[in-house]
């Protein structure tokens, strides 16, 4: 794999219940409405659970996810290809956090903060 070792933690608060922020992480179609320049593999199911595999791409760029664990508040994915790493995601009420660790040629510390501050927006107006 080309690129850069590359780690980043961030947690934010929310406006929006742990139930909201599972939905909004769990589910794809959800996902797709704040995760910005992403496109899924066709296929994908309701919900994400342990042991399902799809590809999404960032402009030409395809990362393939395995769901490693998928619980009331916590995913993890291990992904390959364009990264090779793994991204987990917690949650609770009010709060998410996100750590993302792998080698890219991606710069994954700005992609990681554009998406949290995206799903912020978005929760912040599932609750109106």
């Keep these: 794999m080309f690129g850069n070792f590359q780690q980043s933690q961030l947690r934010i608060e929310v406006e ?18 704040w995760l910005i320049g992403q496109r899924f593999s066709p296929g994908m199911p309701e919900e994400l659970h342990s042991g399902f595999q799809f590809t999404s791409s960032i402009g030409p760029v395809k990362i393939h996810h395995q769901v490693d664990v998928a619980k009331p508040n916590c995913l993890r994915l291990l992904l390959s290809q364009g990264i090779d790493g793994f991204h987990e995601w917690y949650w609770g009420e009010g709060w998410v956090q996100s750590r993302l660790e792998g080698v890219s040629i991606l710069p994954l510390n700005l992609g990681q903060s554009l998406s949290l501050l995206s799903l912020k927006t978005f929760l912040a107006t599932q609750g109106r």
């Design 16 to 33: 929006a219940s742990a139930a909201t922020i599972r939905d909004s992480l769990l589910r794809p179609v959800q996902q797709e409405k």
